[in-house]
């Protein structure tokens, strides 16, 4: 199944939905290195309640944020009391957050993945040491964007502090001039 095809995220949702597990090819590079294109995971479904910090998900984009399915790492959640849960992934290889998704286009979480090599034994995702890699793995993804995010910040103060005249450069706080 291409799930390059708007039917395929219908398809899963609905095979999902009646509580069977999916198994699919990865394509594309987003997930690298721990996920490489033509290895093999399970997905099943998961409750929003199930959904933790570094889980692998495969989720429905909507129309607006381009409509296509997406298999990514869970970097935040955001959980309020009476209020739809909000989602935050990431692809392991790129150096940005998606946009938020909710709750709803969650379809299913990865339980497994294989390479298709003889000698290789699939990999639960649901083990233990898994879940702590994960974890730490969207953690220093979430470190890593907000250094990047303030270094960029940062970047831009100093190119407008450059192109200030010279006389404007040397205000101490307070409004006192400094010696120029």
Same mark, same amino acid.
């Given at each position: 199944?291409?799930?390059a095809y708007p039917d395929a995220s219908?398809?899963?949702?609905?095979?999902?939905?009646?509580?069977?597990?999916?198994?699919?090819?990865?394509? /594309?590079?987003?997930?690298?290195?721990?996920?490489? /294109?033509?290895?093999?995971?399970?997905?099943?479904?998961?409750?929003?309640?199930?959904?933790? %910090? /570094?889980?692998?998900?495969?989720?429905? +984009?909507?129309?607006?944020?381009?409509? %296509?399915?997406?298999?990514?790492?869970?970097?935040?959640?955001?959980?309020? &009391? /009476?209020?739809?849960?909000?989602?935050?992934?990431?692809?392991? !290889?790129?150096?940005?957050p998606d946009e938020a998704v909710a709750?709803?286009?969650?379809?299913?979480?990865? =339980?497994?993945? =294989?390479?298709? !090599?003889?000698?290789?034994?699939?990999?639960?995702?649901?083990? &233990?040491?898994?879940?702590?890699? *994960?974890?730490?793995?969207?953690?220093?993804q979430r470190v890593l964007w907000r250094? %990047? !995010?303030?270094? *960029? %910040?940062?970047?831009?103060?100093?190119?407008?502090?450059?192109?200030?005249?010279?006389?404007?450069?040397?205000? !101490?706080?307070?409004? +006192? +001039?400094?010696?120029?």
């Open positions: 199944m291409d799930l219908l398809l899963l949702a609905d095979l999902l939905a009646r509580d069977a597990e999916v198994r699919f090819a990865v394509t /594309g590079q987003s997930m690298r290195p721990f996920l490489s /294109g033509g290895e093999t995971v399970i997905v099943r479904v998961v409750r929003p309640a199930e959904i933790r %910090r /570094g889980d692998l998900l495969l989720l429905r +984009q909507t129309e607006h944020q381009g409509g %296509r399915l997406l298999l990514h790492r869970v970097v935040g959640i955001r959980r309020r &009391k /009476g209020l739809p849960t909000w989602i935050q992934t990431q692809g392991d !290889a790129l150096c940005a709750e709803t286009q969650v379809l299913g979480r990865v =339980s497994t993945v =294989s390479t298709g !090599a003889p000698v290789a034994a699939p990999r639960s995702l649901d083990s &233990k040491r898994e879940r702590i890699r *994960a974890f730490w793995i969207a953690v220093c250094f %990047r !995010a303030a270094s *960029a %910040r940062l970047c831009r103060l100093a190119s407008t502090w450059a192109r200030l005249p010279r006389s404007q450069r040397n205000i !101490a706080p307070g409004g +006192q +001039q400094g010696p120029v």
